[in-house]
């Protein structure tokens, strides 16, 4: 059982909170739960999203739940698309012409690039296919692999 | 290049793309092999980077075992030989921090439903390094224009110089806009401090399994690692798909990956530690009382 704490992660700010949760004091009993719960500086986001009373959800890696600031930013963008029609574009409170670029801008430092360097759009896979398709070419890869052929 | 773990649809899509080169991707697509079925080495990918390699598309964290690979180290083993790196971060964003920029990464794209909570088909994430942005787009459309230019409707394309250039039609926009709210909480909260307390939840996660679960047939398949551990715990049972049939009757909701595997996420901003505990606790009642007997060993159309 690795219990090794091979990686310091950086801890800047939030200061005082989380500081005696020490995970190698391991006990499997609840009270160690809660006391990890209540030294836990992120539980306030917690409240944040909409859980289903009496479910436990593990698994938002595959879809993540819905946030209430989530669903707010949706339905603003609905309100616009109400009051502004087809110049929701370049007006109302997120115009959207610029929302691919806001929101890659908005992403860059979860990514470390600039915020050029992102953009929102597609699906995973239909992006995957824009860069095969940009960075896979003759001209790229120089005779390589069409040199196997 | 890519791996023999990664996950499907990004292999569809290199074969495809092969393809219409007019190549064989049987003989063209090279997937470097995992030793053991769950993790990957990065001496087996660096030692596959020959000169016949013209890309590599890498999963920064595998979606079954949860391992991250070290991105810096094969970027620049790829660069030295003068091939093109991209990551496919599905399974990072949100969850672990990048320095693609300081990685000198080439490309990079990832969904926005998992840990960023963009909802349901929520529209992807797509980087490109600067050093590319005069590339032309391989598929292009009138949303990759320079905005300036987008509205004068020449039938000369003028792309934007900036990774918006890669974008083709017209935004999905109310399949986008549930990110903005969200990502304002990422920044908030700070990925640095994200990143520590997912690494608490599964450090958790995995202690409670080794001392309660031992003795069950269970194998945690994901890197104990810190450095090697992404956003989730995959662990293994040959009952797995039943053994998940009988959590999801008690209101607890995991994941199933083909073969045997139970994919467990607690998560940075939504999950507690009681809810872990709980989690293993249930999952204890079902091997002692052989709960998932109740149900057939086969997975639904999902999971």
């Known amino acids: 059982m690795g219990r090794g704490r091979d990686l310091q992660v950086k801890n800047s700010g939030l200061e005082g909170s989380g500081e005696n949760m020490d995970i190698n004091n391991f006990m499997s009993t609840k009270e160690y739960a809660k006391t990890l719960d209540q030294e836990d500086p992120l539980v306030s986001y917690r409240e944040e999203f909409y859980l289903n009373p009496g479910m436990i959800y593990m698994d938002g890696n595959s879809l993540g739940l819905l946030s209430k600031r989530a669903e707010k930013s949706l339905m603003k963008s609905l309100e616009d698309w109400k009051k502004y029609a087809i110049d929701g574009w370049t007006e109302g409170a997120e115009p959207w012409f610029y929302f691919s670029e806001r929101l890659g801008e908005l992403s860059a430092p979860l990514v470390g690039a600039l915020a050029d360097e992102v953009i929102m759009g597609g699906s995973t896979t239909a992006n995957l296919h824009q860069l095969a398709a940009t960075f896979l070419n003759r001209e790229l890869a120089g005779i390589r692999f069409w040199r196997m052929n | ?303």
């Open chain 2, 1 to 303: 290049m890519a791996d023999e773990l990664t996950f499907p649809s990004d292999i569809y899509a290199l074969q495809s793309q092969l393809r219409l080169h007019g190549l064989d991707p049987s003989a063209h697509l090279v997937q470097v092999k995992s030793r053991d079925g769950k993790f990957l080495e990065e001496d087996d990918i660096i030692a596959e980077m020959n000169e016949d390699i013209a890309m590599i598309v890498l999963p920064t964290v595998l979606y079954r075992s949860g391992q991250i690979l070290d991105m810096e180290r094969l970027t620049k083993e790829a660069h030295a030989r003068g091939i093109m790196v991209g990551f496919d971060a599905c399974h990072s964003v949100g969850v672990i921090p990048h320095l693609f920029d300081n990685w000198e990464v080439d490309f990079a794209f990832w969904c926005n439903y998992k840990h960023l909570n963009g909802g349901p088909g929520c529209v992807a994430g797509l980087y490109v390094n600067r050093k590319h942005f005069a590339r032309k787009p391989g598929l292009a459309g009138w949303f990759g224009s320079r905005k300036d230019k987008q509205f004068d409707m020449e039938h000369t394309f003028t792309q934007a110089n900036s990774a918006g250039a890669f974008q083709i039609g017209t935004p999905h926009i109310l399949s986008m806009a549930p990110l903005l709210g969200s990502l304002e909480m990422f920044a908030e909260a700070g990925i640095e401090h994200i990143r520590k307390k997912s690494l608490r939840l599964t450090q958790y996660l995995m202690d409670l399994i080794q001392s309660e679960l031992m003795g069950y047939g269970f194998e945690i398949g994901s890197p104990r690692h810190e450095a090697k551990r992404g956003g989730h715990i995959i662990l293994e049972h040959p009952e797995a798909a039943r053994i998940c049939k009988a959590l999801k009757q008690e209101a607890i909701i995991p994941d199933y990956r083909e073969p045997d595997m139970i994919r467990l996420a607690p998560v940075a901003l939504y999950t507690s530690f009681q809810e872990v505990y709980e989690t293993v606790k249930v999952l204890k009642k079902i091997m002692d009382g052989r709960l998932y007997e109740n149900y057939e060993n086969k997975r639904g159309i999902i999971a």
